[in-house]
């Protein structure tokens, strides 16, 4: 009897910290939703805080959205987040397998070159004069090809190759297949969990680019959605627009932060279950 109330109470303790955990997360997005759809009054009424509106505008959107910059700036955040997220994944997986493979000359200077990498930058000075001599100056792929490899997500892709049973490689090579078709024809078609995961982290980073956009783009009709944002945070109005007399900032501002970041809460429950077991998988053993 003891050990059953001992583990009712333990439950009962683990379910109320998961509760609030889960209102820690969830209530400051409620916020920033209600907010965006708040009119004006409302957010007078009650001094700038409130959860659930009980009138609903969507003027701070359309605001934000009536600028031509905006459109360009979603533009350029999907290009260089499809298709960097593509040669993110090529070349990273094109470079982890044969990491993978014990019987590699040089395998281990390679990866000490990788983690080597992971504790120590070339600077950004460096980078910059690379990125400028390379012509990628004021061009998206300034954005997508000094990150096209990640250290951390090489070494989570090589362990996971690591755990794929030798045979099928065997028994590929006895059927004649050469390393490139055993890699798209066995591995890759195997290796779905850990490139959702791979694939998810390196999307993530360059719909939220910001840093490099502001370091090699010049050009405002190439800057991506993260620069607009920061503008309008730091403004408080959508670029090259008046609108604080009819609208307030803190609405233009969440509705803002509502547009860039639904894109990416939209398309992560459709691939959790391969970002959980990627994650699994792929994680580097001591």
């Given at each position: 009897?003891?050990?059953?109330?001992?583990?009712?109470?333990?439950?009962?303790?683990?379910?109320?910290?998961?509760?609030?955990?889960?209102?820690?997360?969830?209530?400051?997005?409620?916020?920033?939703?209600?907010?965006?759809?708040?009119?004006?009054?409302?957010?007078?009424?009650?001094?700038?805080?409130?959860?659930?509106?009980?009138?609903?505008?969507?003027?701070?959107?359309?605001?934000?959205?009536?600028?031509?910059?905006?459109?360009?700036?979603?533009?350029?955040?999907?290009?260089?987040?499809?298709?960097?997220?593509?040669?993110?994944?090529?070349?990273?997986?094109?470079?982890?397998?044969?990491?993978?493979?014990?019987?590699?000359?040089?395998?281990?200077?390679?990866?000490?070159?990788?983690?080597?990498?992971?504790?120590?930058?070339?600077?950004?000075?460096?980078?910059?004069?690379?990125?400028?001599?390379?012509?990628?100056?004021?061009?998206?792929?300034?954005?997508?090809?000094?990150?096209?490899?990640?250290?951390?997500?090489?070494?989570?892709?090589?362990?996971?190759?690591?755990?794929?049973?030798?045979?099928?490689?065997?028994?590929?090579?006895?059927?004649?297949?050469?390393?490139?078709?055993?890699?798209?024809?066995?591995?890759?078609?195997?290796?779905?969990?850990?490139?959702?995961?791979?694939g998810l982290f390196y999307a993530v980073g360059h719909w939220n680019e910001f840093f490099a956009a502001i370091i090699y783009i010049s050009d405002r009709r190439l800057h991506p959605l993260q620069v607009m944002l920061q503008n309008v945070l730091r403004?408080?109005?959508?670029p090259e627009m008046n609108i604080e007399e009819t609208l307030p900032t803190i609405s233009l501002q969440m509705a803002a932060v509502v547009l860039t970041a639904l894109p990416i809460v939209v398309i992560y429950p459709f691939i959790q279950k391969h970002?959980?077991?990627?994650?699994?998988?792929?994680?580097?053993?001591?």
């Amino acid at each position: 009897m003891v050990t059953a109330w001992k583990d009712r109470l333990y439950t009962a303790s683990v379910y109320a910290l998961l509760s609030l955990l889960v209102v820690s997360v969830v209530f400051p997005l409620l916020y920033v939703i209600s907010v965006s759809l708040t009119p004006y009054s409302e957010v007078l009424k009650h001094g700038g805080f409130l959860v659930v509106p009980r009138h609903i505008t969507l003027a701070a959107y359309r605001a934000f959205l009536q600028d031509d910059l905006i459109p360009h700036a979603y533009g350029v955040t999907v290009f260089i987040t499809v298709v960097g997220t593509l040669v993110n994944l090529a070349l990273t997986s094109l470079m982890a397998y044969p990491l993978a493979k014990k019987y590699l000359p040089g395998r281990h200077f390679f990866l000490l070159l990788i983690v080597f990498t992971t504790l120590f930058g070339g600077g950004m000075i460096p980078t910059y004069l690379i990125v400028k001599e390379t012509g990628l100056l004021d061009s998206v792929w300034a954005m997508i090809v000094p990150g096209a490899i990640g250290s951390f997500n090489l070494l989570v892709m090589k362990a996971f190759f690591e755990n794929l049973p030798e045979s099928l490689d065997e028994a590929a090579r006895i059927d004649g297949a050469g390393e490139t078709a055993i890699l798209v024809r066995v591995v890759l078609p195997l290796s779905m969990p850990i490139m959702a995961t791979i694939g998810l982290f390196y999307a993530v980073g360059h719909w939220n680019e910001f840093f490099a956009a502001i370091i090699y783009i010049s050009d405002r009709r190439l800057h991506p959605l993260q620069v607009m944002l920061q503008n309008v945070l730091r403004a408080g109005q959508a670029p090259e627009m008046n609108i604080e007399e009819t609208l307030p900032t803190i609405s233009l501002q969440m509705a803002a932060v509502v547009l860039t970041a639904l894109p990416i809460v939209v398309i992560y429950p459709f691939i959790q279950k391969h970002f959980t077991k990627g994650v699994l998988l792929g994680s580097i053993k001591g």
